[in-house]
Structures are given as C-alpha cells and as structure tokens.
C-alpha cells in the first residue's frame, strides 16, 4: 500500500507531499522499533537505550548535513563560532565525507553499544537491574549531550539544513526520494530481521527469552549472543536515525531522554512483541495517533498515551498482531462448527 | 549678560540659604522631635536641614521612622512600628518597647521635600534599626562605601551593639575602611586584629588590599592571612556539601523506601512511584491553600504540620487506587510493570498540570526558615535540618513497622515467598493493599517535604526517579539497610562530585562508578544469600 497508493496518490495530486514527508518519518520510527523488537520482544531484555542509538545515527547525519551545509568560505558550525571554538574537533572532521559518515554513523552506535552490553551482560545483569541502567546511561548521555562542551549544539541540537547531498531539500521530488528510500530502507531491515529470527542464531534467541539459564546449561554462550542482538538492533536503530534526519532538519537531546525509549517499547507492546509486523504496525499507529491527537486534543495526548501503556500491559499482552490473529482463530472456529 | 546676573543671583540665594541653616547652629533635639511631631510648617525645613548637618545617632532612630513613613505621634512621644510587627516603640531619645492606647495614636505624614531630606542619612539611619539582620547589612555595606571619617560613629555604635553577628559585620568595615585608607598604623592595626581572628568576610578586602599596597611587609602579612581564609573556606564548603549531600540523601531515602518495600514484595517497578511524591506535594500546597481560604490566618503557620500527615495519607490512597486498578494484576511481571505503571505516571502528571496549572509554590513554615550559625560562614539550614530529622523519624517507624509488628512479619513472608505464605492463610491480597498503601505514603511525606526547598511542579517526581532506582538497585532490593546506607552514598558523592567537578560531569561520573560498583556486586551491597532460580 505504502509503496504503491501514496506515491499514486502524490503524482495524482491527492495525497500533499508533506503527508509522505510524515509517513517517511513514520518508517524510520518503524525501523528503531524492528531494533527494540529484536531485543525485547525477541531476546526479553528491555533496553532503555534505543532512543538513544537513535539519536546517535541521526546525529551522525546531522554532523554531515552541518558541515555541508556551510555558508562558503565559513569553516566552524555557528555554534561552534559563538563558543569561541576555533578549530573543528577530531570527531566532527571524518563526517565532512558523506560516506564515511554514512558508515560512522552505524558504527559508533554499535561500537557504544558493544561495550556497554558486553560490560553489563558479562555480569549477568539483566531484567529489571538491566532497564533501570540503561535508563541511567540514557539519562547520562541525554545530559552530556545537551552541554555545549560536548560540541553537538546543545540544548538547541544540530538544526538548519537546506541541502542534502547537494539536493535542495525544501524540493518536492527530494522529499519524495527520501520517502522512498525510507520506504525501502524499511523493507530491507525487515526482510534483514526477518531472516535473522528464523536463523538458528534467532531461535536462540527466543531461548534465552524464555530460560536463559537453560541455554547456559547447554553450554550456550548466552552474553555473546545477548551482547550480539543487543549491538545490532542498536545499529538497526541508527540506520534510522540516519534516514529521519534529513526529513524532520532538526535534531536535539531530547529525542533521546528517557520516555523516547519507552515510548518506543510501547510501539512494539502494542503492535505485537515478538512479532516483526507487530514492531512495525505498532510505531506507524501510535506516530500516526501522535499526529491526530496532538493537533486535535493537544492536552489530551498523555492521557492517551498513558492509557495505552496500561491497556496494553493489562489486556492486549500480544498486542494488536496478537489480537487479530485471535480474532481469526475464532471466525475459523466458527466456520468448522457450522461446517 | 543677562543670562549671567540671575545665575549669580540664584548662586547668592543659595549662599544666604545655606548660611541660613548654619546660622540656627544649636536647636534643642527636644525641640527638633516637637517640631517634626506637630508639623510646625515655619520651622521644618530648618529643622530637617538641622537634624541632616547635625548627624547625631540619637536621632537616627527617629530619621529612620521618617524615611520609611512609619512615625506616629503618641501623647507627645515620637512612635514607630515596624513592618512585620505587632509592638510599638518609643524612638527618642531611647528606642524601647512601649505599651499604648490604639485610639490616643495618631500618624504624622511629613511632606514629601521633608522626608527626602534625610535620605543622604537613609544609609547610617539602618545601622540602629532594631532588626539585628538589617543591622548586620548596613553594617556591612560600609565596607564598600565608609571612608576613615565613618570609623568614629561606626566604633560609638558598636560599643553599644550586643548581636555577635553585627560585631562581627561591624569589625569587618572599620577593618576594611582601615585597610583602604593609606595609614599605614591603621592598617598594621587592622591586620593584627584579623591575624587573630579569623574571618572569611575579609577575603575581598585583604585582596584589594594586596594588590593595592606598596608596603612589601603588609602584603606578606595579609597574604598570609588570605591563605587561612581559603583553608579555612574549603573545610568550610566540604561541610557544606556534606551536609546537603546528607539532605539530598534523605529525600532518596525517603523515596527509594517505598519503592524498595513494593519491588521487594511483589516484582513490581513502580515507574509512577516518583508521581506519589508530586501527589504528596499538592496536598500540602491544597492544605496551604484551604488554611489562606478558610481559617484564621493566626492559624498558618500550622498548614505544614497538618498537611504531612494528609499528605501521607492521600498519597497512601492513591497508590492504593493505583494497585487496585493496574498493578493488581501485574504482580512478579516486572517489565510489564515498568510499562504499565509508567503510562499511569503519564497520566498522573498531566492530571495535576490539568488541575494546578505549571509551577505553584508552598511557604515554609516561620520557625523553618533561618539555620543554626555554626561559624561565620557555616549555616545549616532549618528545613534541610528537619528533613534529615523527618528521615530518621520515618526510617524508625518502617523499621518498627517491619520487624516488630505483626502485619511487617506478614509483609516479610510475601516477599519471601508469596505461594507458601498464601496456604499458611496470610491474606496475601490484602498485604499487597497495606504495603502499597504504606510505600506510596512515604513517597507522599518525602513530597511534603519537598516543598520547603523546592517549587511544586507536575513532573516534579521525574526528577527523583531515576536516581531513586539506582539507591534501589544499589542497595539491594527490599533490604531496609542497603537502601538507607546506598542512599546517604548516592547523595553525598552526588553533592561532592557536583562541587569538583560542573553537575552534569558530576552526575555522569556518579553514573559511571555505580555502574562499575553493579559490575562487581550486581545484586547490590546486601544480596539475598543462598541460590534462586532465574527463570
């Protein structure tokens, strides 16, 4: 549907480019999701963090996307000018390359993300102990970053880009590229999870789901496997990131905070844990909600919100890819029974 | 040419005024308080002038009440009342308390040419004002402004002075107006009196002073009195840090109790916890603001006091409506939990900005306001002093509460273990509710007590939280001793660290070693002993 009505409707005039724009969005969400799946609704650790790799890809980008996007002739960032910085520092000067950035921008995250759960999962901390951790590292971070020492732009975040790739990104037909390649990039982390939980490597991990201590019994090396998924669905996370960046301009600290991480568990509760389309269906509803209710009911949003999080622990523990396969093992119940 | 004549004239007016007031040299301070008092409009202005050129400290009571509008006639007597005061006072020739008749009073509204006269005065007038802060102040501003000329008055008033605290500020100008002028003998002087004493209000002065003197001898002498200050100063800081560090850790405390009893007892992360401690908060700003709507306003004082328990209270039937509703069913499901109680978190906190508005504030109570002087320069605060005591007080009643009576025997079988409890007929349901209840009532005093230090916000609670589940996580879960000693840890080194180091960098390091610290403990400092199954 996506990949066929909108762009139908967009080149019929139906559909404004600034839905697609909104929907490219969407899918970028809907990729972080398919990473906190993998790690939550696969493996049953709930990481605090996703945001925050998140965050990490779209920096990445956003880094590039400021340095191309000097004036001619300006050599620092405006920021960086009014903080009496004179010279560019080391870790910006590689992503004045687009493809090194491209490739950083993953990388980093993941490397973070190596070291973090090898030093956590090492000591078999995990479950509870693990959330509230990853939720201070996030909170560490969400404050490093918003500093002006750390030169990321502070509480204001990397912002006002005009070009991407050398494409004027306030162009329609550059939109709808980026809508496209956020369409496809989805499809192709999809289709890349999809192959990874019905691998060996992927039915292990469902294992250490649901015995850890078992797979360790049988003589599994359950933190590699744990610190595995863990670095991917952080990488998967910043791919992303990457995407969203040039779509919404803007990046800042508190896309990272906290409530940004499970926010993004709620979209995979939702959707259906455990379940790639739940991960997916979840992030594009819940955004999609987000838009509605936000227009229409601005202050009506967290209730929503927050009733979501209680009816979904409470009623839906498969989430709505759970509920509507129940609903079709009922009508084909019936079918046999009048048959 | 013209022009010229009548600025001459205006200059020989004023020389004729101006010798006019020199002229009545010697008019009684009787008479000047008689003339003031009836309004005697002929004589006024020469008396205001009088009083002005005559600068007597006797009169400065009197000046004062002039200046700040606050002069009333009684039988005779020049009166005052200061603000914030219920007495009245006799203001010459001796400022006393004195007893009158409402009716016999009457206000003396001076013009106001007259009473900006005095205004070159309105400084010294304050160095006689019956506030023994406001003396201090004015005292103190001396050290910037007094000149060598000042010394006399400022050594005849001291003389008289009884506060210790405005010696001190007294001392501190004449010292510093000595160190300033370039007399050498009075700066000798000076420096022998502050090499016996040490005090950290000097720094500034003695500083100015070394870089301003020639005199190579007194700037060894003062740079050396300099560096004791500054020892001085840092043990100074390291006891005040210490100290919010132990307010600071308290408040944790306070906190991280309840969410260590409710975790330890049903698995359950209550991320809404932080919500009971806002909760806990408006309760007492609502007890504040039905005492300003509906009782004696004598009766104010005692809102803070009333509002505690109510908020505890409150705050308890809150998070039992919350177990009842949610979490019920969510019992040794802990990420579920963590969701489910989060999205109850989301909807707390927009429900108290839906009925409070954003930012709303309580008063602390008078006797909480002020610290206990240690030394010069050491103050301990009386609200961070009483949320420390509020603590211990807490920590006693959990800790009676759990080992001593019979219901902490039974909470203590749940959490041990909940099955084998529930067949020897514990009603495991109902110590759930009590438990709740008992855990978010203390999230509602640490609230309560919040509000002396702090403005009441919806989100208040997010900025505890996060910080409170690491006191849990260090310190074990469900243990009472863990939680009291990783919470004192957790706020101290906090403080420490945001005084070394900018508070981010400080909190990140704190991060960082407590996550180093799980690395070698990760059930926390008091792990369960024995094996347990994971799965």
């Not at chain 1, 809907?30 to 996703?50: E, K, N």
């Not at chain 1, 999870?193 to 049988?218: P, Q, W, Y």
Request: net charge positive; glycine share 8%.
């Amino acid at each position: 549907m996506f990949a066929l009505v909108f762009p139908i409707g967009y080149f019929t005039g139906l559909i404004p480019i600034n839905t697609l724009t909104l929907w490219g969005r969407y899918f970028c969400l809907a990729i972080a999701a398919l990473g906190v799946d993998l790690i939550w609704g696969y493996t049953g650790i709930l990481s605090m963090t996703q945001a925050l790799f998140f965050c990490m890809g779209a920096y990445g980008m956003g880094m590039y996307m400021t340095l191309s996007n000097l004036p001619e002739g300006q050599l620092l960032p405006s920021f960086m000018v009014w903080n009496q910085v004179e010279e560019l520092p080391f870790f910006w000067v590689p992503f004045d390359n687009f493809s090194y950035a491209l490739v950083l921008s993953v990388l980093v995250p993941g490397v973070f993300a190596g070291i973090m759960g090898y030093f956590i999962f090492r000591k078999r901390i995990k479950g509870v102990y693990f959330a509230i951790i990853t939720q201070a590292i996030a909170l560490a971070m969400f404050l490093l970053f918003s500093r002006n020492e750390t030169m990321l732009g502070g509480t204001n975040g990397l912002t006002d880009f005009k070009y991407f790739l050398g494409f004027d990104l306030r162009d329609n037909s550059v939109k709808f590229g980026l809508y496209a390649w956020s369409l496809i990039a989805l499809g192709l982390v999809y289709w890349y999870c999809h192959n990874l939980v019905n691998s060996k490597f992927g039915k292990s991990l469902v294992a250490i789901r649901d015995s850890e201590s078992r797979m360790r019994f049988t003589k599994y090396k359950v933190t590699h496997y744990n610190v595995a998924i863990f670095v991917i669905g952080a990488m998967v996370a910043a791919v992303g990131g990457m995407l969203y960046m040039p779509q919404t301009g803007i990046i800042t600290p508190g896309r990272m905070d906290v409530q940004a991480s499970i926010e993004m568990i709620i979209w995979v509760a939702l959707g259906g844990r455990g379940k790639l389309k739940g991960a997916v269906i979840g992030a594009l509803v819940l955004n999609l909600m987000y838009s509605v209710f936000t227009t229409v009911l601005p202050s009506s949003w967290l209730y929503i919100l927050g009733g979501l999080f209680v009816i979904t622990v409470l009623y839906l523990p498969k989430g709505i890819v759970g509920m509507v396969d129940q609903m079709k093992e009922k009508l084909n119940g019936m079918f046999v029974k009048t048959a | 040419m013209k022009k010229k004549i009548s600025i001459f004239v205006a200059f020989l007016m004023m020389l004729v005024g101006w010798s006019q007031e020199q002229e009545a040299i010697n008019i009684p301070l009787d008479t000047c308080v008689h003339v003031l008092l009836h309004k005697d409009a002929s004589r006024l202005k020469e008396v205001a002038g009088y009083l002005v050129a005559k600068d007597d400290v006797t009169t400065y009571p009197l000046l004062s009440a002039v200046v700040d509008k606050r002069l009333f006639s009684y039988k005779g007597t020049a009166v005052t009342k200061f603000a914030g005061d219920t007495l009245y006072y006799s203001v010459y020739p001796k400022i006393q308390v004195i007893s009158i008749q409402k009716e016999k009073l009457s206000e003396v509204k001076l013009p106001r040419s007259i009473r900006t006269k005095f205004n070159v005065l309105a400084k010294k007038v304050n160095l006689v004002h019956p506030n023994k802060n406001v003396r201090e102040m004015s005292f103190r501003s001396f050290k910037t402004t007094g000149v060598l000329s000042d010394v006399n008055f400022l050594t005849s008033l001291k003389i008289n002075e009884k506060e210790e605290q405005v010696l001190l500020a007294a001392n501190e100008a004449i010292y510093s107006i000595w160190l300033k002028s370039n007399n050498v003998a009075l700066q000798n002087k000076a420096l022998d009196d502050l090499e016996t004493e040490v005090n950290v209000h000097m720094l500034e002065s003695l500083t100015d002073y070394v870089s301003n003197t020639t005199n190579s001898q007194g700037k060894e002498r003062a740079a050396i009195i300099i560096e004791d200050i500054e020892s001085r100063e840092k043990i100074i800081n390291v006891i005040q840090n210490l100290f919010s560090g132990i307010s600071l850790g308290s408040i944790l405390l306070l906190v991280a109790l309840g969410l260590s009893i409710i975790y330890g007892l049903g698995g359950v992360i209550n991320m809404s916890h932080g919500e009971f401690v806002m909760i806990g908060a408006y309760t007492a700003f609502s007890v504040q603001q039905f005492f300003i709507g509906f009782l004696p306003e004598s009766w104010f004082d005692w809102f803070f006091w009333v509002s505690l328990p109510i908020s505890f209270v409150v705050s308890g039937l809150f998070g039992l409506l919350v177990e009842k509703l949610v979490i019920r069913f969510l019992y040794s499901r802990p990420l579920e939990s963590l969701l489910g109680t989060w999205g109850v978190s989301l909807i707390l906190i927009q429900l108290a900005r839906t009925i409070f508005g954003d930012v709303t504030a309580v008063k602390s109570p008078e006797i909480l306001s002020g610290g206990i002087n240690v030394t010069e320069g050491l103050m301990l605060p009386y609200n961070r002093l009483f949320i420390i005591g509020l603590t211990i007080v807490m920590v006693l009643l959990t800790y009676f509460v759990f080992f001593k009576s019979k219901l902490g025997l039974k909470i203590r079988a749940v959490t041990q273990n909940r099955d084998m409890s529930a067949s020897l007929g514990v009603s495991v349901k109902r110590i759930d509710s009590l438990t709740f209840f008992l855990g978010s009532g203390l999230a509602g005093v640490a609230g309560c007590a919040m509000t002396l230090i702090g403005n009441v916000v919806p989100n208040m609670g997010q900025t505890y939280i996060v910080d409170s589940f690491l006191v849990v996580v260090v310190g074990g879960v469900g243990k009472l001793i863990g939680t009291i000693i990783s919470a004192m840890g957790i706020g101290v080194l906090s403080k420490v660290f945001e005084f070394f180091y900018e508070a981010v960098y400080g909190k990140v390091i704190l991060l960082l070693i407590i996550f180093f610290f799980l690395q070698y403990k990760p059930k926390g400092l008091f792990p369960d002993k024995g094996r347990h199954s994971d799965d």
